[in-house]
């Protein structure tokens, strides 16, 4: 019984090294043969640090552009964006987690808008990293069709440009305006719902003809 409680132990203790490792073992660039991806990685990667926020940028500041907005903005842009969640989904392995199976090295992404009803000429995506997920436990149906306020840092996306409409307008696969996202997130919060009014009652009504 010994033996066999030991050995459960000493297993135990290797697949926790073991899960260590393969999380220590992926760098800031992730796994890739591209330059520009383990460049784009670094940046997803980065700490979940506040920058000073840039007031000149907003939702409708990222959603205008041309053909080729590429170096429209910096990384080193700290906003804050105001807009509703139309999407938002677990991305699984990627080449910025080292394609890890482990759900807790996986980001999100969300798609925001500027309205619920809005088309894909009016939405860009933010990106909720492992390392903000693991402070701040939003799930993807707790956030969809909320309004919420986001701030962090601007990345753009090379590996989706060809799914922005800024990119290919005449492409089907489009899913965003833009190719820059806001990533990595530092800050999310849900806005309050608007209360609704009060209809008065008919009793406050014929009260009042009564005075």
Known sequence: ?????????????????TAQHDTAKCPP????????????????????????VDSAINLDTLLRGGADDTGRFSPAKFVTVTGWVVEAED???????????????????????????????SIMVVELTPKYRAIHHFSSEGLFE????????????????????????KCHTTDRKTAWEIAPVT????????????????DSGDNKKKQ
């Open 91 to 121: 991305i699984g392995p990627q080449s910025c987690n080292c394609f890890s199976k482990d759900s807790s090295q996986w980001g999100m992404q969300v798609y925001l808008a500027t309205s619920l009803g809005a088309w894909k000429d």
């Open 1 to 17: 019984m010994r033996l066999i409680y030991s050995l459960s132990i000493a297993l135990l203790a290797c697949n926790l090294c």
């Open 146 to 169: 909320e309004k919420i306020k986001v701030s962090g840092y601007l990345m753009f996306n090379h590996e989706a440009k060809k799914f922005s409409l800024n990119a290919c307008k």
């Open 187 to 202: 800050d999310l919060v849900i806005m309050p719902k608007p209360e609704k009014a009060k209809k008065p009652s008919k």
């Open 29 to 52: 660039e992730g796994k890739s043969n591209s330059g520009t991806v383990r460049y784009v990685n670094s940046l997803i990667n980065r700490d979940i640090v506040k920058g000073k």
